[in-house]
């Protein structure tokens, strides 16, 4: 049974920063290529990063230049680290398959508020 755990977010200020942790268990998560998505309120999920089983990325145009996703294989754990954050990054933020995901892997996810 595939788990994943977000951690990592909070209140932050615009223009701050913030590292967000998946945790991954039950699957061989290296040779995935994996996702952080979010949903702000009353928006659809979107996929903002993803990263290869060989580390090659990709971002959504909205966080270019601020966002860098990376992975640990040895710790099945992925991460974000988004600094210059803006209010409209302001969402719950997933992780999970990419760019395919997998309805039932669906965490809790983590909130990251951008608020002065």
């Known amino acids: 049974q595939v788990q994943l755990v977000e951690s990592g977010g909070g209140l932050v200020q615009p223009g701050g920063s913030l590292r967000l942790s998946c945790a991954a268990s039950g699957s061989v998560f290296s040779i995935y290529a994996m996702g952080w998505y979010r949903q702000a309120p009353g928006k659809q999920r979107e996929l903002v990063a993803s990263i290869t089983s060989a580390g090659r990325t990709n971002y959504a145009d909205s966080v270019k230049g601020r966002f860098t996703i990376s992975r640990d294989n040895a710790k099945n754990t992925l991460f974000l680290q988004m600094n210059s954050l803006k209010l409209d990054d302001t969402a719950v933020y997933y992780c999970?398959?990419?760019?395919?995901?997998?309805?039932?892997?669906w965490g809790q996810g983590t909130q990251v508020t951008v608020s002065s």
């Open positions: 999970n398959r990419a760019p395919v995901v997998v309805a039932h892997h």
